[in-house]
Each structure stands twice: as structure tokens, then as C-alpha cells.
């Protein structure tokens, strides 16, 4: 069966702006978005720019809009997303400068989770401590810290954040998740110090609610459950 594909195209050497461009594509069974790109690439235009690695839901590389929303190449069945349409459209996360094609900048995002120490600070290191998380924290604690591990900084619920389109200084889920690891980390030391970086202004109290971000979450993190337990945090 074929099917139209259509896919934004930009490069900046050549272009001052991108376009859709359509394609044709022979579906396969089990195909996913990321199958559907290789088709393209190797079979029409090797000059298709899009990332991938792991192929397993497990980098987050590969993360793009398919059919309006952002998730993951790799993850996304062809067959799901002609049910929603009949074509398939593929365009760059969106509040990401594009480099080309389906490739974007994420080093804004990459810079604001390096601002908030994404790492442990103690005291003293004591390398043959242990501690279970389960004796500090209560259930739901334990499981949201989990889920915020389970992060793989995909940009998906930054892209689709509404609250980014009106205030692009926004923190942004992913960002929280990340603080709301090292917040809740009973071994942290530098509770106050975190409180403050997450109250300052754009952070998370700004945000809105939408839930945009738990729609599109491939991991299923929960990030506006963690920015309300940081909410709460710092109201305490």
C-alpha cells in the first residue's frame, strides 16, 4: 500500500526559509516513523536530514512532530498515524532553532538543566553508605523519583509546551523533572539553594497546567506532577 509522506524540508545554506515537501512511501507492516524515514532517505533523497540512534525509545534522538505532535520516531507506528490521517506529516520540534530539516538546537534546553547542578552535593562523600530511598521517602515520592529518572531529554514536552509559546524563557517540563530529582534526593545537600533556582522567575510556578507534557511524554515521567511537588516544596 502507499501512502503520502509529507516532511519539512529546510536548509539554511541554500534557503531563507523551509517548506513541506511530499513524498511517497510503501508501507510496510510494523513500520515505524523512524522505518518510514530510513525508506525515504536511501530510497528517494539522500540528502533527508534526521537524528536516530538507539532505535529503542531509549536516547530520545530521534524525537520530531508527527502528525502535529511531538513523539518519537522510532516509537511511532506508521500504521497508528494513518488511522489519525491520510498522510503522514513530519516536521522539527517546535521552540527549537532548526539546523536542517528535522534537525533542531537543543543546547538552550541542555543549558538550562546543566543551570540547575544536575548533581548530587554533599557534605562529604562516604562511598560505602547505604540508604534505601525507601526509608526517606513516602510512596508517591518514591515513585514520581522513578519516573524522573526514567527522563530521557527528549525535548518532546518542551516542544509541545504551550506555555513556551508565550514565554520562551520558560524552564519548561524537562528542565523540572531534572530539578525535581536533586530536590527531592534525600543524600542532597543544597535544598534551599534549589528552591530558590526553582521559584525564580520563569521557573516553575509560571507554569500553566496545560498537562501538554504528560500527553506527549514517551516515558511517561509525569513532569507537571513533579512541578507540583516542587511547588509544594517550596511553599512549605
Given at each position: 500500500?502507499?501512502?503520502?509522506?509529507?516532511?519539512?524540508?529546510?536548509?539554511?545554506?541554500?534557503?531563507?526559509?523551509?517548506?513541506?515537501?511530499?513524498?511517497?512511501?510503501?508501507?510496510?507492516?510494523?513500520?515505524?516513523?523512524?522505518?518510514?524515514?530510513?525508506?525515504?532517505?536511501?530510497?528517494?533523497?539522500?540528502?533527508?536530514?534526521?537524528?536516530?540512534?538507539?532505535?529503542?525509545?531509549?536516547?530520545?534522538?530521534?524525537?520530531?512532530?508527527?502528525?502535529?505532535?511531538?513523539?518519537?520516531?522510532?516509537?511511532?507506528?506508521?500504521?497508528?498515524?494513518?488511522?489519525?490521517?491520510?498522510?503522514?506529516?513530519?516536521?522539527?520540534?517546535?521552540?527549537?532553532?532548526?539546523?536542517?530539516?528535522?534537525?533542531?538546537?537543543?543546547?538552550?534546553?541542555?543549558?538550562?538543566?546543566?543551570?540547575?547542578?544536575?548533581?548530587?552535593?554533599?557534605?562529604?562523600?562516604?562511598?560505602?553508605?547505604?540508604?534505601?530511598?525507601?526509608?526517606?521517602?513516602?510512596?508517591?515520592?518514591?515513585?514520581?523519583?522513578?519516573?524522573?529518572?526514567?527522563?530521557?531529554?527528549?525535548?518532546?514536552?518542551?516542544?509541545?509546551?504551550?506555555?513556551?509559546?508565550?514565554?520562551?524563557?520558560?524552564?519548561?517540563?524537562?528542565?523540572?523533572?531534572?530539578?525535581?530529582?536533586?530536590?527531592?534526593?534525600?543524600?542532597?545537600?543544597?535544598?534551599?539553594?534549589?528552591?530558590?533556582?526553582?521559584?525564580?522567575?520563569?521557573?516553575?510556578?509560571?507554569?500553566?497546567?496545560?498537562?501538554?507534557?504528560?500527553?506527549?511524554?514517551p516515558k511517561d515521567c509525569r513532569p507537571l506532577r513533579a512541578i507540583t511537588f516542587i511547588q509544594n516544596k517550596v511553599n512549605q
Amino acid at each position: 500500500m502507499e501512502f503520502k509522506v509529507k516532511i519539512y524540508r529546510y536548509n539554511p545554506e541554500k534557503e531563507n526559509s523551509g517548506a513541506q515537501v511530499e513524498y511517497t512511501a510503501q508501507f510496510k507492516p510494523g513500520m515505524s516513523v523512524l522505518d518510514l524515514l530510513h525508506q525515504i532517505h536511501d530510497e528517494q533523497d539522500a540528502t533527508l536530514a534526521y537524528r536516530y540512534s538507539c532505535r529503542g525509545a531509549i536516547c530520545g534522538t530521534c524525537a520530531i512532530k508527527i502528525n502535529g505532535q511531538a513523539r518519537l520516531a522510532c516509537k511511532t507506528q506508521v500504521n497508528d498515524m494513518l488511522k489519525e490521517s491520510d498522510a503522514v506529516t513530519l516536521e522539527p520540534l517546535t521552540h527549537f532553532d532548526v539546523i536542517k530539516d528535522l534537525v533542531v538546537d537543543q543546547r538552550t534546553m541542555w543549558q538550562e538543566i546543566e543551570n540547575t547542578m544536575p548533581w548530587l552535593v554533599r557534605e562529604k562523600e562516604l562511598a560505602d553508605e547505604r540508604m534505601t530511598y525507601e526509608t526517606h521517602l513516602d510512596k508517591i515520592h518514591l515513585d514520581q523519583l522513578n519516573r524522573s529518572a526514567d527522563c530521557i531529554k527528549c525535548g518532546c514536552c518542551y516542544a509541545d509546551c504551550p506555555k513556551v509559546d508565550d514565554s520562551p524563557e520558560f524552564i519548561g517540563p524537562a528542565v523540572s523533572i531534572q530539578i525535581y530529582k536533586q530536590v527531592f534526593d534525600p543524600r542532597d545537600t543544597q535544598l534551599d539553594s534549589r528552591k530558590e533556582m526553582s521559584s525564580r522567575e520563569n521557573g516553575v510556578f509560571d507554569c500553566d497546567k496545560h498537562a501538554n507534557c504528560v500527553k506527549v511524554c514517551p516515558k511517561d515521567c509525569r513532569p507537571l506532577r513533579a512541578i507540583t511537588f516542587i511547588q509544594n516544596k517550596v511553599n512549605q
